[in-house]
């Protein structure tokens, strides 16, 4: 019987997946050279983040020091690597948070329906109206002192409804399909059509919004960096060099631009990768 | 569902006070905290009543404009409150204008021959216009066009109001207008675009074709107006996220719009300031999204048939 299940899952793969192209590739690696700069940062070979050389303030590019040094004579590249690990724990944490709430739920809901999907897809269409973004600088504002937990949970818990909405409409899609249907009219558990039907068909359009999802997070986690709602200095996260650096860019352009141009290709290679395996899947029915 | 969302964001509100650690009055008040402050602040928020009677008591006041007197400024926040928020929309309206001038041009262009040579360098250059954080497109602006070209009033500190000058005005508000109409830009072109390519594959659309209408008056009276729900709909959620992503360009460029006075108002801890505010603001975006949604009733009344 199961293998009458799995002919019927591979049937429905869809038969020319778009190739993923070598961009893809070097955009993975680009976000695995951050993963492990961002984990590894202590045991590199990088000056001391928060060293202030005051014998080379403002240096340019170089051999001694990569990227140069800010204002204080800290090494710029030490301090983006560093950085990276503010970007990338806030971006993984709050989403480790979402769709550790938000995915469970809106699979559960788009199978079982009922009053169960009403309610709670109610509750979620309430809270997606309020500004998740003032709510978050509202709470990270009241919520005193700021603490990099805080604002992984805060942001976490504002991207519920978000991912709640995406997996619901992404599992209805998939439950109405006949081998759904097939499974449960051969009698399946409930506990198997969701781990062995469902789940592997909405995994890839879960993991492509992730990435475009951690990608928004490292831009919010920069703006509240600006707003001084992010980790507190001298604790280097990009948004908070780009934000140090504003008041003396005319002299020193690159304190701005190293940072600037280390989140930017981060956040293209997430949007890139996420962009790319959605349409590999090839789901045109899901809005972001 | 509208009364449902606002009193769930009231109710948001009026509790962020209540994050605070330690007593609320010691936090309101800040560095005003005497006994006569101390005394009004008690009577005015019933704060030694049950929680739920503070709510209302809280509620009552929002209703009739009377948010509450800052202890720091020694301000009505009502009246700090309409002297920014002219400052936001202008700058909404000015962006707004900017990405639909832009977007809806370039979507038709695209969508007429898709993956031809400038869909293909449209799709990549507003992917790549994606992956740029606003705060980043302001702080490289400022770089290079207040500082190194030198050009009046567009630098930091430099916001010169509507009423005093209106091209220095213009000026100043130029550069935060275009960086908010370049992230709009994006998100409406490609909403837009996909759109507009799967209108096109519509029976009526073959329909005209075959009466021999011109391509352009095709795409203007068949396409565009049915292709525009989503568009709307988009605005709508984009124009939200458009008042917070504004108060960091606001913030960065010291424009005294709501955004950088609830960032000042942080700073100083001026909670009550900081409350009312939030609580504009979001009322302000659910008004937004319902409007809208009632112009997508009227753009196309097929979805309210359903």
């Given at each position: 019987?199961?293998e009458?299940?799995?002919?019927?899952?591979?049937?429905?793969?869809?038969?020319?997946?778009?190739?993923?192209?070598?961009?893809?590739w070097?955009?993975?690696?680009?976000l695995?050279?951050?993963?492990?700069?961002?984990?590894?940062?202590?045991?590199?070979?990088?000056?001391?983040?928060?060293f202030?050389?005051?014998?080379?303030i403002?240096?340019?590019?170089?051999?001694h020091?990569?990227?140069?040094?800010?204002?204080l004579?800290r090494?710029i590249?030490?301090?983006?690597?560093?950085?990276?690990?503010?970007?990338?724990a806030?971006g993984?944490?709050?989403?480790i948070?979402g769709?550790?709430?938000?995915?469970?739920?809106?699979?559960?809901?788009a199978?079982?329906?009922?009053r169960?999907?009403?309610?709670?897809?109610?509750?979620?269409y309430?809270?997606l109206a309020?500004p998740?973004?003032?709510?978050?600088?509202?709470?990270l504002?009241?919520?005193?002192?700021?603490?990099?937990?805080?604002i992984?949970i805060?942001?976490?818990?504002?991207?519920?409804?978000?991912?709640?909405?995406?997996?619901r409409?992404?599992?209805?899609?998939i439950?109405?399909?006949?081998y759904?249907?097939?499974?449960?009219?051969?009698?399946?558990?409930?506990r198997?059509?969701?781990?062995?039907?469902?789940?592997?068909?909405?995994?890839?359009i879960g993991v492509?919004?992730?990435?475009?999802?951690?990608a928004?997070?490292?831009?919010?986690?920069g703006a509240?960096?600006?707003?001084?709602?992010?980790?507190?200095?001298p604790?280097?996260?990009?948004?908070?060099?780009?934000?140090?650096?504003?008041?003396?860019?005319?002299?020193?352009?690159?304190?701005?631009?190293f940072?600037?141009?280390?989140?930017?290709?981060?956040l293209?290679c997430l949007?890139?990768?996420?962009d790319?395996?959605?349409?590999?899947?090839?789901?045109?029915?899901?809005?972001? | 569902?509208?009364?449902a969302?606002?009193?769930?964001v009231?109710?948001?509100?009026?509790?962020?006070?209540h994050?605070?650690?330690?007593?609320?009055?010691?936090?309101?008040?800040?560095?005003?905290?005497?006994?006569?402050?101390?005394?009004v602040?008690?009577?005015?928020?019933?704060?030694?009543?049950p929680?739920?009677?503070?709510?209302f008591?809280w509620?009552k006041?929002?209703?009739?404009?009377?948010?509450?007197?800052?202890?720091i400024?020694?301000?009505?926040?009502a009246?700090?409150?309409?002297?920014?928020?002219?400052?936001?929309?202008?700058?909404?309206?000015?962006?707004?204008?900017?990405?639909?001038?832009?977007?809806?041009?370039?979507?038709?262009?695209?969508?007429?021959?898709?993956?031809?040579?400038?869909?293909?360098?449209?799709g990549?250059?507003s992917?790549t216009?994606?992956?740029?954080?606003?705060?980043?497109?302001?702080?490289?602006?400022?770089?290079?066009?207040?500082?190194?070209?030198?050009?009046?009033?567009?630098?930091?500190?430099?916001?010169?109001?509507?009423?005093?000058d209106?091209?220095?005005?213009?000026?100043?508000?130029?550069?935060?207008a275009?960086?908010?109409?370049?992230?709009?830009?994006?998100?409406?072109y490609?909403?837009?675009?996909?759109?507009?390519?799967?209108?096109?594959?519509?029976?009526?659309?073959?329909?005209?074709?075959s009466?021999?209408?011109?391509s352009?008056?095709?795409m203007?009276?068949?396409?565009?107006?049915?292709?525009?729900?989503?568009?709307?709909g988009?605005?709508?959620?984009?124009?939200?996220g458009?008042l917070?992503?504004?108060?960091?360009?606001?913030?960065?460029?010291a424009?005294?719009?709501?955004?950088?006075?609830?960032?000042a108002?942080?700073?100083?801890?001026?909670?009550?300031?900081?409350?009312?505010?939030v609580?504009?603001?979001?009322v302000g975006?659910?008004?937004?999204?319902?409007?809208?949604?009632?112009?997508?009733n009227l753009?196309?009344?097929?979805?309210?048939?359903e």
């Amino acid at each position: 019987m199961s293998e009458a299940l799995d002919e019927f899952t591979l049937m429905d793969r869809p038969e020319k997946n778009d190739p993923l192209g070598v961009l893809f590739w070097i955009c993975l690696g680009w976000l695995g050279l951050n993963i492990f700069g961002a984990v590894f940062a202590n045991l590199l070979p990088l000056p001391d983040p928060n060293f202030g050389n005051y014998s080379a303030i403002n240096a340019s590019p170089g051999l001694h020091h990569l990227l140069g040094t800010d204002d204080l004579g800290r090494d710029i590249f030490s301090r983006i690597v560093f950085g990276s690990r503010v970007s990338l724990a806030v971006g993984a944490g709050a989403m480790i948070i979402g769709f550790g709430i938000g995915a469970p739920l809106g699979m559960l809901a788009a199978y079982r329906r009922g009053r169960f999907d009403a309610i709670l897809t109610a509750l979620m269409y309430v809270l997606l109206a309020f500004p998740a973004i003032i709510a978050t600088i509202a709470v990270l504002s009241f919520w005193t002192p700021r603490a990099l937990l805080k604002i992984i949970i805060v942001i976490g818990l504002a991207s519920v409804p978000v991912v709640y909405r995406v997996i619901r409409t992404a599992t209805m899609n998939i439950a109405t399909k006949d081998y759904v249907i097939a499974a449960r009219i051969q009698g399946a558990t409930d506990r198997r059509i969701l781990f062995k039907e469902l789940l592997p068909n909405v995994a890839p359009i879960g993991v492509s919004f992730l990435l475009i999802g951690v990608a928004t997070v490292v831009i919010l986690e920069g703006a509240l960096a600006f707003l001084g709602l992010s980790v507190n200095p001298p604790t280097p996260s990009w948004g908070n060099m780009i934000n140090e650096s504003r008041t003396v860019m005319a002299q020193n352009p690159w304190l701005v631009i190293f940072p600037s141009l280390a989140m930017c290709l981060l956040l293209l290679c997430l949007n890139f990768i996420g962009d790319r395996l959605r349409s590999h899947f090839d789901v045109t029915e899901v809005k972001l | 569902m509208l009364l449902a969302i606002v009193f769930v964001v009231s109710v948001g509100s009026f509790y962020l006070i209540h994050l605070l650690p330690g007593d609320p009055a010691v936090v309101i008040l800040g560095t005003g905290d005497n006994p006569h402050n101390r005394a009004v602040l008690y009577k005015e928020l019933g704060l030694n009543k049950p929680i739920w009677d503070q709510y209302f008591i809280w509620m009552k006041n929002i209703v009739r404009g009377n948010f509450g007197t800052s202890f720091i400024s020694q301000t009505s926040v009502a009246s700090t409150i309409r002297a920014a928020l002219p400052i936001d929309v202008e700058l909404i309206v000015l962006s707004q204008i900017l990405a639909f001038a832009a977007a809806i041009p370039a979507a038709m262009r695209s969508a007429r021959h898709p993956d031809g040579p400038l869909d293909r360098l449209l799709g990549a250059t507003s992917f790549t216009l994606l992956s740029i954080p606003p705060f980043i497109i302001i702080v490289l602006l400022v770089l290079f066009i207040a500082i190194k070209l030198q050009i009046p009033h567009t630098g930091p500190s430099s916001y010169v109001s509507l009423a005093s000058d209106w091209v220095g005005n213009l000026e100043s508000l130029a550069l935060p207008a275009f960086t908010l109409a370049i992230a709009s830009f994006v998100v409406y072109y490609r909403v837009l675009r996909s759109d507009l390519i799967a209108t096109l594959q519509e029976e009526f659309i073959t329909l005209a074709r075959s009466k021999g209408l011109s391509s352009r008056r095709i795409m203007w009276r068949h396409a565009f107006r049915p292709s525009s729900v989503a568009l709307l709909g988009t605005a709508a959620v984009n124009i939200g996220g458009l008042l917070a992503g504004g108060f960091v360009v606001q913030y960065l460029l010291a424009i005294p719009g709501l955004g950088y006075t609830l960032i000042a108002a942080i700073a100083q801890s001026d909670y009550l300031l900081v409350q009312g505010i939030v609580l504009v603001v979001s009322v302000g975006v659910i008004a937004i999204n319902f409007l809208f949604d009632f112009f997508i009733n009227l753009i196309d009344p097929r979805i309210s048939r359903e």
